[in-house]
């Protein structure tokens, strides 16, 4: 059993002035007297049986071993090395504990990471494949179009594209009724001519609807030079 050091923090209790006593009749026809003293330090101003006890049982084993011819320093070393050894026990023991609480971590640390690893991997694999998809999906829609002559194919495109640009793509064209709006369809472009007066053309670009471009032509009034202003 490891020693229990005994107090060594008495003080004396202090007081200012003589002590307060009060006088309390008590039944059986005597008198007692309360203290009701102000103390400073009375906590532990006061020796308890317990530890005179303590100390007196100390002392006794202390010169009973002195008369029995006991080695006081040989008992005194068994002594502090069993608590010596007392101490290690508890240090090694958490200090294990400690190391199996982070071996502990770590081996949670390093599955959680694993998994985040693992979660990344898989989630680049499956992006590869659905991108790998797409190319392939892709790649069959060109080469359907293409068809085997791939030359014949784009020439086809080219001249159809050289058409549009030549100004001869195909046009539904409208009058107004005052002869002053032509209105030119083709696909889901519109194109409206205005001949707001005698020197000034406007002509309107819609997509789907929407007012794309608005260009406005007038001519000089000598008739020599025409302006075009795109907007």
């Keep these: 059993m490891a020693w229990e050091l005994l107090p060594v923090n008495y003080t004396d209790a202090v ?3 003589l002590k307060r006593y009060n006088e309390v009749r008590n039944e059986d026809g005597t008198v007692s007297f309360q203290d009701v ?4 330090n009375k906590e532990t101003s006061f020796f308890g049986a317990k530890d005179a006890n303590r100390m007196n049982e100390a002392l006794n084993t202390l010169m009973s071993m002195v008369e029995n011819g006991t080695d006081l320093y040989t008992a005194f070393q068994n002594y502090f090395n069993t ?3 007392l101490f290690e026990d508890t240090a090694n023991a958490t200090q294990q504990d400690f190391n199996e609480y982070v071996d502990g971590l770590k081996a ?3 599955s959680v990471i694993l998994t985040i690893k693992t979660d990344y991997r898989n989630e680049i694999t499956d992006f590869e494949n659905q991108q790998e998809q797409l190319f392939t999906t892709w790649f069959e829609f060109v080469k359907g179009q293409l068809g085997e002559d791939v030359a014949g194919k784009l020439q086809n495109q080219i001249n159809a594209l050289d058409i549009k640009t030549d100004g001869f793509e195909a046009r539904n064209t409208t009058f107004s009724e ?3 709006t032509i209105t030119e369809t083709y696909g889901v472009k519109r194109i409206e001519t205005e001949f707001v007066s005698d020197s000034t053309i406007v002509q309107k670009l819609y997509d789907n ?6 260009k406005t032509i007038t001519f000089s009034a000598d008739g020599l030079s025409i302006k075009e202003d795109v907007k």
């Design 178 to 180: 005052d002869g002053k």
């Design 37 to 40: 003293t102000v103390y400073s």
């Design 83 to 85: 608590q010596k050894g």
């Design 108 to 110: 949670e640390g390093d």
């Design 209 to 214: 609807d929407v007012l794309t471009k608005t």
């Design 15 to 17: 007081w200012s002035g």
